[in-house]
């Protein structure tokens, strides 16, 4: 998650609220402790002055990525002989909205989505890549954090989310990390009704929050030109194809590359959740923390993934 930092944005016409919820593919990061998140985002750094001019605040643009959450790839389980089960507490309650244009809404009943035990692709009452009870805290937590670093601000020109635009891409753990982010930002009210909030979204055809090669077809030759310069294919035969060896070690069986994004993100989310796991730390870093292995994986493998197929980087940060 991203500590708060207030900055003066260029002059509009309109004080905005904006928050884009980031969707998976533009993860920046692939270490552990990144990875994770924190229910603790820290201090808010203040804006600096320069001393000969007052700086007047105009404008905050969030950005921001889901929380914790469940093992998003693959069809489980994790690996040959994986017994996990996985507990989700989180969950999502909600009813039809006949009035698009309303800012509140009596609804009589909320219908909540709940995964049926032991019918899911993973062990648990978990759905595929949903977003955890952790997660909504974390994003709470967050917007707590904003809420304190813009607070006279956001009380003079953001009384309510309307006055906010909210952007993510059609994915529930996206859309309800910005929903608890902005839980805590501003704190619902207790009222006989419910307030709407309008969170903007595309179909996926047409969504340009990440890669898409629908909308802007010279990446897929870009892709292809990349992933088979000389460079990328002899890092690729040096350092991926031992560490493919390694984690077939580990687990006892021929593990094939393509089957890493899988491996990559289970091992993810039982470090964060403190599970166990057969990979050694040095073995776990050389895949998807920081070392230069893990880094070259989650930036090479998300733009070779359409041409070769093999890549890793979908479970080192998604």
Request: one cysteine or more; hydrophobic letters at 35%.
């Amino acid at each position: 998650m991203t500590r708060p930092r207030c900055a003066a944005a260029p002059p509009s016409t309109r004080l905005l609220l904006l928050l884009v919820l980031l969707p998976a593919a533009l993860a920046l990061s692939s270490s552990s402790s990144d990875y994770c998140g924190t229910t603790s985002p820290g201090a808010w750094t203040p804006l600096a002055s320069n001393g000969t001019q007052q700086v007047e605040l105009l404008q905050v643009i969030a950005l921001f990525r889901h929380g914790d959450r469940m093992v998003a790839t693959g069809s489980g389980p994790c690996w040959q002989n994986d017994t996990a089960e996985y507990v989700c507490s989180m969950s999502a309650a909600a009813a039809p909205s006949l009035q698009p244009f309303n800012q509140s809404e009596l609804v009589g009943d909320l219908f909540r989505k709940k995964f049926s035990i032991g019918r899911n692709e993973y062990n648990g009452t978990c759905g595929k890549g949903q977003l955890t009870s952790i997660g909504r805290e974390q994003h709470v937590a967050l917007g707590s954090a904003y809420a304190s670093a813009y607070g006279d601000w956001l009380r003079a020109h953001v009384p309510s989310l309307h006055s906010a635009y909210l952007r993510s891409d059609d994915v529930d753990r996206t859309q309800q990390s910005s929903q608890s982010f902005c839980s805590g930002l501003i704190p619902p009210n207790s009222t006989s009704s419910y307030n709407i909030y309008d969170i903007h979204t595309r179909d996926e055809s047409r969504e340009v929050m990440s890669p898409n090669t629908a909308l802007c077809p010279v990446l897929d030759r870009l892709y292809v030109e990349y992933a088979t310069q000389p460079s990328v294919l002899i890092y690729f035969k040096k350092n991926v194809i031992p560490l493919v060896h390694a984690i077939s070690d580990a687990l006892g069986y021929t593990v094939h590359v393509w089957e890493l994004p899988e491996i990559f993100d289970c091992a993810n989310v039982k470090r964060c959740h403190g599970m166990p796991s057969p990979f050694s730390e040095q073995l776990y870093q050389q895949g998807c923390g920081s070392s230069p292995i893990g880094t070259w994986l989650h930036r090479v493998g998300s733009v070779s993934s359409l041409s070769f197929g093999w890549s890793a980087a979908d479970g080192c940060g998604d």
